[in-house]
């Protein structure tokens, strides 16, 4: 079993060395700006091109939504002020609040939220089921948008309140325009923050100023993305520090006010500080999956798949993500967040058993691998993406596989694994990344499950069976219907393996103590405000 390298000296042994502190760029004083250190740098701004987190966390910033998602997974309404429906459930009106505007001074109208929706869906399994039973989207005036349905589509709101990536937000007509496999040209939307372009140092510093013209709602419980969004900070300052040692003496010697992630091995030392509080960064925890490209060989192969499925360890990977605690990690766990309504214990004999590695080897050649080379692409600046993609690397080479490890950050990785190149020509095999336990909790806001081909997730898989059952859970008339479809589907998925499950691990965040107030389980920046 493998664990983590990444700190070393007076650091792995629980203990950091003084850091003076680092010049910081501030603009107002310390009771106006929040400093926040992120998972990784943000390269992509667009929230409709990318599943990347880092990119969800930057649009729930710029940008709003229909419906905000609250802590019962209940959408609540956000922008608008409410709904209507009618004719059996096939016609569906919104009307959005009054005052609503885009940074540019500009309105907020119901054909921007029509061309955000048709944008967005393109990318989004949601939203490809709403499109597929949609006959119209009208916008009968300003304030008001219609959507006619061809027949009556039960999960109309959570689609509206879609929070996982891509989050649906709302941006102005002419940038919903884009093609989206195109990233907007400038980021403009009506949210509580605005992006600051001027300041923004690629790989140092992401910069958002307090929208002055936002209206948070007047009503409703501050949960999730749900409630009012009302702002106390001028200003906040991502802070992007790759190497965890950093991140930590700067938490404890005040140049930064809260850390998204950091690593488990570091707990000790931030819990013994009395001014640094820590708390799980989400009840539902992380899911670990290894996303494979079913384009090419070795794994445009079932067979292949499956045998790297059955002889990986989940322990291996959760113990390296989580660190040596096994309260912090889960394995036997399947296609669906664990203690959720559509997890089950279907097919995970697979995942459970013990691990025959030498005959696993065997079972690869006969199952038709032929030494070619995988690129096996993985994070440098995340450590618990680093380090999975460390211990699949080990278990690539002990199966026989001619593995190339492609070390890259988390920004260029992203890029590259849009690519459909064959990996020995930019392109790319097999990567590890991990989903909040929010987006594993059903079949179709799972992104890894969407397995329509060109239309699924990045690895594009093809495999009918799978999207049958998607299509039939959609249309299931109860949760007792969508439980039986749910296990069918990961018995599917155990056998066409459309991706590999490695487990479930918490983490926990990291906040100076004077910082109140933060919204639970979701790292946004409403809301927070400095005691003091």
């Not at 943000?42 to 990119?55: G, K, R, S």
């Not at 309404?77 to 429906?85: C, R």
């Not at 929706?117 to 989004?124: M, P, T, V």
């Not at 040209?185 to 013209?213: C, H, M, Q, W």
Request: charged share 25%.
């Amino acid at each position: 079993m493998l664990r983590r390298t990444f700190l070393s000296g007076a650091a792995a042994a629980g203990t950091l060395p003084f850091l003076p502190p680092r010049p910081v760029h501030a603009q107002g004083s310390r009771a106006t700006v929040l400093r926040f250190v992120p998972q990784s740098d943000l390269t992509i701004v667009d929230p409709v091109t990318t599943t990347a987190y880092i990119t969800r966390h930057h649009a729930l910033m710029v940008f709003d939504q229909l419906y905000g998602l609250d802590a019962q997974l209940k959408p609540q309404p956000q922008m608008v002020e409410g709904h209507t429906v009618a004719d059996d459930g096939r016609l569906w009106g919104f009307r959005l609040r009054e005052g609503l505007k885009f940074h540019d001074g500009e309105p907020v109208r119901g054909r921007d939220c029509i061309a955000s929706i048709r944008r967005w869906a393109q990318r989004d399994s949601l939203g490809q089921a709403l499109m597929a039973r949609t006959d119209a989207m009208s916008a009968p005036d300003d304030r008001s948008f219609v959507i006619r349905l061809n027949r009556p589509y039960g999960l109309m709101l959570e689609t509206l309140a879609k929070l996982g990536p891509p989050a649906l937000v709302i941006m102005p007509e002419r940038l919903a325009g884009t093609d989206p496999a195109q990233q907007i040209p400038e980021v403009i939307g009506s949210g509580p923050f605005r992006f600051n372009t001027k300041e923004r140092l690629v790989g140092a510093r992401v910069v958002y100023d307090r929208n002055p013209d936002y209206r948070p709602r007047e009503d409703g419980v501050v949960s999730w993305a749900a409630g009012p969004k009302r702002v106390h900070f001028e200003r906040v300052e991502w802070q992007v520090m790759p190497d965890p040692g950093t991140a930590a003496a700067a938490l404890q010697n005040g140049e930064v006010d809260w850390w998204e992630n950091p690593i488990n091995d570091l707990l000790p030392t931030l819990q013994g500080s009395p001014r640094i509080v820590t708390q799980l960064a989400g009840r539902l925890g992380n899911l670990g999956t290894a996303v494979m490209n079913h384009l090419y060989p070795p794994f445009d192969k079932p067979a292949v798949r499956r045998v790297l499925l059955e002889a990986l360890s989940q322990e291996d990977f959760m113990a390296a993500a989580g660190g040596d605690d096994p309260k912090l990690w889960r394995t036997g766990v399947g296609i669906f967040t664990p203690e959720t309504p559509m997890a089950s214990e279907a097919g995970l004999d697979v995942l459970t058993r013990k691990r025959d590695l030498a005959r696993s080897k065997k079972d690869l050649i006969a199952a038709g691998y032929k030494g070619e080379r995988v690129v096996l692409m993985s994070a440098s600046d995340n450590p618990v993406l680093g380090a999975l993609g460390a211990v699949m690397n080990d278990l690539l080479k002990r199966l026989g596989m001619n593995v190339q490890y492609a070390v890259s950050d988390w920004g260029t990785l992203v890029s590259r694994r849009a690519s459909k190149a064959p990996p020995d020509q930019g392109g790319w095999n097999i990567f590890n990344t991990t989903w909040t336990g929010l987006d594993m909790t059903n079949p179709v806001a799972e992104q890894v499950l969407r397995c329509g081909g060109q239309k699924g997730f990045f690895g594009w898989p093809d495999i009918p069976q799978i999207e049958a059952l998607r299509e039939a859970w959609i249309e299931a008339p109860d949760d007792a219907a969508r439980q039986r479809i749910a296990r069918d589907l990961q018995g599917a998925a155990m056998t066409q393996v459309p991706f590999l499950p490695t487990g479930q691990y918490f983490y926990r965040t990291a906040y100076r103590r004077e910082i109140r107030d933060i919204v639970q389980d979701q790292f946004v920046f409403w809301n927070a405000r400095r005691e003091g």
